[in-house]
């Protein structure tokens, strides 16, 4: 077919579907479609853009492949670690359950010996400490991870906070024979508002750890001291831990905040851990918005610095002075002896010092022929020359005096009591020494009366309390209502959330001052309980203070439980004094 030029065409049609009929036409020159000859050019760019192509996924593929093997290995690293720690785990918290088992066993054959039934029972009590820290570790480790670890700051006194810190450490310092002192500096602020849980664990995970790693016969020192903040009413405080135990590889340095990471070593490898103290104490250092540092050295021992910006409480000491008091302090650590004196010193007392046993006699003897006598004195126990105990009985047997003595000591003295007693101690004071605790103890034997203004170690405010407790597990039941039973509060028991309702619904006003309320319980949780509460129709019922008393210790059960209705939380199973601190809050709360 010709076109209009005259050109030989080849016609192409295609019917078009969408109209009945039609068809679409198209010319196209037959020289169009003849091939003049072959386009070397055309050929080369395109092999070229294969050959390219081809090497580019290549290299894609290798790196798709190396990816892939990476994966793979951390995947199988990842696998291998999990099952270590399984393992881990599984003998740690193997170990004290059987210990606990055990030790149960032992105390029910032999309840007629109530000094072997009382000594089942302590060690009962630090197994089952050591299996709730094991627990709590993994809790925190996910709840860090996962960022739902929130702080919980109250006014605290750092001077509890230490007293816990030294006492809970005593049982593995006595079984290892450590050497241990304890020094305190410039503290000045006694109240803090801080998350006084969080605080503790990172103070004794690192002290923990200090003991745990320090071979017997080896030291630990620990030095605490307050300096001033850049943050606007805060208070710098500066924790050191230094021992002399096996110390850290610079391999494992960079890795020491890892997660479930340990050391190789035989010596680490026989000490139960898990390899998440250090993990978590970390990173509550880094919520907090404190640093910490480690200085090591393998086979001569660890360092931690840990510094945090603690804000100043509100409330604080009333005005204490000591004025025309004259005391003695007998100790062979200068240090203690300088900040000892400082502290005494700006409660307005007069303050001397001796270096030793031999020195106090002396000095006390001194003091009698120039008409100065002393009005207590404070002996250390442990000291090189001649102990407390020795100096306390040549002191009474040599020296007409009647003068206060209180034998002081980092240590547990209990096993000395008896023997200190019947060498002429009238009482003990631990270390470190707080300014309060001198002012407290001064009063006490000077005054006869003690000037503590604490509210914690007096309980009138709690008796006649009435609460009820919904709890479906009879022994919890038991040990709660028991417990509180001991402050003087009446207890009254729900089995479960709909019995807890009912009661409420039939209570008359004022029956109840407080519900403690489960949250897994049958026929109807915690949750729908209180939100069943608050729908009552009787305003008194219906705004009861209610406080979650539960297992369920996550952030978000947490919260879940005051977007229900409730006015706090405490995890199980319960510490007392953190008990009495909620009932104490909710009571302030209502004033």
């Known amino acids: 077919m010709l076109n209009s030029h005259g050109q030989e065409c080849i016609l192409a049609y295609t019917p078009v579907s969408a109209t009945e009929g039609w068809t679409m036409l198209g010319l196209v020159p037959?020289?169009?479609?003849?091939?003049?000859?072959?386009?070397?050019?055309?050929?080369?760019?395109?092999?070229?853009?294969?050959?390219l192509l081809f090497i580019s996924d290549l290299v894609y593929m290798q790196y798709l492949n190396k990816r892939f093997r990476?994966?793979?290995?951390?995947?199988?690293?990842?696998?291998?670690?999990?099952?270590?720690?399984?393992?881990?785990?599984?003998?740690?918290i193997r170990t004290p359950m059987n210990a606990i088992i055990g030790l149960t066993n032992i105390a029910e054959k032999n309840l007629d010996d109530v000094d072997s039934t009382r000594e089942s029972?302590?060690?009962?009590?630090?197994?089952?400490?050591?299996?709730?820290?094991?627990?709590?570790?993994?809790?925190?480790?996910?709840?860090?991870?996962?960022?739902?670890?929130?702080?919980?700051?109250?006014?605290?006194?750092?001077?509890?906070?230490?007293?816990?810190?030294?006492?809970?450490?005593?049982?593995?310092?006595?079984?290892?024979?450590?050497?241990?002192?304890?020094?305190?500096?410039?503290?000045?602020?006694?109240y803090l508002y801080a998350d006084q849980l969080r605080l503790n664990q990172i103070y004794i995970n690192i002290l923990s750890n200090a003991i745990k790693y320090t071979e017997p016969g080896g030291s630990v020192s620990v030095d605490l001291r307050e300096e001033k903040s850049k943050k606007p009413g805060c208070v710098n405080l500066i924790y050191v831990v230094a021992d002399t135990g096996i110390g850290m590889s610079p391999e494992y340095m960079e890795t020491l905040y890892q997660p479930f990471s340990r050391q190789i070593d035989s010596r680490v490898n026989s000490?139960?851990?898990?390899?998440?103290?250090?993990?978590?104490?970390?990173?509550?250092?880094?919520?907090?918005?404190?640093?910490?540092?480690?200085?090591?050295?393998?086979?001569?021992?660890t360092t931690f610095t840990v510094s945090l910006d603690i804000a100043v409480a509100d409330?604080?000491?009333?005005?204490?002075?000591?004025?025309?008091?004259?005391?003695?302090?007998?100790?062979?650590?200068?240090?203690?002896?300088?900040?000892?004196?400082?502290?005494?010193?700006?409660?307005?007392?007069?303050?001397?010092?001796?270096?030793?046993?031999?020195?106090?006699?002396?000095?006390?003897?001194?003091?009698?022929?120039?008409?100065?006598n002393y009005s207590i004195v404070f002996v250390e126990w442990k000291m090189p020359d001649m102990d407390g105990i020795e100096t306390i009985r040549k002191i009474r047997s040599e020296i007409k005096t009647d003068v206060p003595i209180l034998l002081s000591s980092i240590y547990d003295w209990s096993e000395i009591e008896d023997q200190a007693r019947e060498a002429g101690a009238n009482g003990f004071i631990g270390k470190p020494i707080f300014k309060s605790v001198f002012y407290n103890k001064i009063n006490e034997f000077i005054v006869g009366e003690s000037k503590s203004i604490e509210q914690d170690d007096d309980y009138y405010d709690?008796?006649?309390?009435?609460?009820?407790?919904?709890?479906?597990?009879?022994?919890?039941?038991?040990?709660?209502?028991?417990?509180?039973?001991?402050?003087?509060i009446e207890c009254e028991h729900a089995e479960n959330g709909q019995i807890c309702v009912d009661m409420m619904k039939k209570a008359e006003e004022g029956r109840y001052d407080l519900i403690f309320m489960d949250v897994q319980m049958p026929q109807m949780n915690g949750l729908d309980a209180t939100r069943a509460i608050r729908m009552l129709d009787n305003s008194?019922?219906?705004?009861?203070?209610?406080?979650?008393m539960t297992a369920d210790a996550f952030s978000e059960n947490v919260a879940e439980c005051l977007n229900a209705g409730m006015n706090g939380h405490i995890a199980k199973p319960i510490d007392m004094k953190l008990v009495i601190k909620e009932i104490r809050r909710i009571k302030d709360t209502l004033k």
Do not use: Y
């Open 315 to 372: 409330r604080q000491r009333e005005e204490m002075r000591l004025d025309q008091v004259n005391v003695l302090i007998v100790d062979n650590d200068e240090q203690i002896l300088h900040t000892s004196k400082d502290e005494l010193e700006s409660l307005g007392a007069s303050v001397e010092c001796a270096h030793g046993g031999t020195e106090a006699i002396e000095m006390i003897v001194a003091g009698q022929k120039n008409g100065k």
């Open 540 to 548: 008194w019922a219906s705004s009861i203070p209610i406080v979650a």
């Open 121 to 190: 029972l302590r060690k009962i009590k630090l197994a089952s400490n050591h299996l709730l820290t094991l627990i709590n570790d993994i809790l925190d480790i996910s709840k860090v991870e996962s960022g739902k670890l929130n702080l919980n700051p109250l006014t605290f006194s750092i001077v509890e906070t230490v007293e816990n810190l030294v006492n809970i450490s005593q049982p593995m310092i006595k079984e290892k024979n450590i050497k241990f002192s304890f020094h305190i500096e410039q503290m000045e602020e006694e």
């Open 462 to 488: 709690l008796k006649g309390m009435r609460i009820l407790i919904a709890e479906d597990i009879e022994i919890n039941w038991e040990i709660i209502s028991c417990m509180l039973g001991m402050f003087g």
């Open 271 to 301: 000490i139960q851990g898990t390899g998440l103290g250090l993990a978590i104490t970390k990173q509550m250092v880094d919520i907090i918005g404190g640093t910490i540092d480690c200085r090591s050295e393998q086979g001569k021992g």
């Open 30 to 51: 037959a020289e169009d479609l003849s091939v003049k000859g072959e386009n070397w050019l055309l050929f080369g760019v395109v092999s070229a853009c294969l050959l």
């Open 70 to 92: 990476i994966t793979a290995r951390e995947a199988e690293s990842a696998n291998r670690a999990k099952t270590d720690f399984l393992s881990t785990m599984s003998h740690d």
